[in-house]
């Protein structure tokens, strides 16, 4: 076991019968991870976030809010905006080669996107996931032990394409209601779901079966109360097809 940036690390079999000894995996296959791209300053997402709530009741699929800041300058500084999520919705359009950067929008398995509000395209989205192709086809799992959250990812499965991504979890808060004083929604309040607080990258996935342990107190602050990790195709700067990912309640 070695640990890298805060991190501990089990590969091969030692590792493997290390971690069912002390560890249940219940592994998680859900069909799919949907990211929302939203804003507090933004009239449009509000049914786009009750739409992620809803879908956040599904364990079949990994609903994530991804509050972005690039319209604070419109008259309120969106109070859970993080500039790393409007980065990664730039990523996103850089992959696909387009220049569609709106809220809300959503993007399901780290390729389909999509106006955020339009609950029947992300349904379809959603059911059109084909795993031969790799696509949320490796089993992720993740459970709490004691002070640490333990991560595996299983190897990839026989003539899959997919043999390499990168490992990240999640901080998450499951709902954050905001009263929100200025701007387009003046007035209102709104309740965000499973909020990103934090994104860790946990390492690097290699086809091989794979486990790590992370540290809870660098997943757990104020208001976290769930983890999320997905294993996807690309890097941070290049993301692609989600390969598998798996979410856990933290209290």
């Given at each position: 076991m070695s640990g890298v940036g805060g991190f501990s690390r089990w590969s091969g079999a030692l590792g493997l019968c290390v971690a069912v000894a002390t560890v249940d995996f219940a592994v998680a296959e859900p069909r799919a991870v949907v990211e929302l791209f939203t804003s507090q300053g933004c009239s449009s997402c509000p049914p786009a976030d009750k739409i992620i709530g809803?879908?956040?009741r599904d364990p079949a699929v990994i609903a994530l809010s991804l509050p972005i800041d690039y319209w604070d300058y419109l008259g309120?500084?969106?109070t859970l905006a993080d500039a790393r999520f409007s980065?990664?919705?730039r990523a996103y359009s850089q992959v696909r080669?387009?220049?569609?950067?709106?809220t809300p929008q959503v993007v399901v398995n780290g390729s389909t996107h999509l106006v955020g509000s339009n609950r029947a395209g992300i349904d379809s989205a959603i059911k059109t996931v084909d795993k031969t192709s790799g696509v949320m086809a490796v089993p992720v799992s993740l459970a709490v032990e004691g002070k640490e959250i333990k991560v595996s990812v299983a190897?990839?499965?026989p003539g899959d394409p997919a043999k390499q991504g990168e490992v990240w979890i999640c901080a998450v808060s499951k709902a954050v209601p905001i009263e929100i004083g200025r701007g387009e929604n003046r007035g209102r309040q709104v309740v965000y779901h499973n909020v990103v607080r934090n994104l860790?990258?946990?390492g690097d996935w290699t086809g091989a079966a794979e486990h790590w342990s992370v540290p809870l107190e660098n997943v757990v602050a104020d208001g976290v109360d769930a983890a999320a990790v997905y294993v996807q195709n690309?890097?941070?700067d290049?993301?692609?097809a989600m390969l598998g990912a798996a979410f856990t309640s933290l209290n």
């Open positions: 809803e879908l956040a309120w500084k969106d980065a990664r919705q080669g387009d220049r569609d950067v709106f190897a990839a499965p860790l990258k946990v690309g890097s941070r290049k993301p692609g």
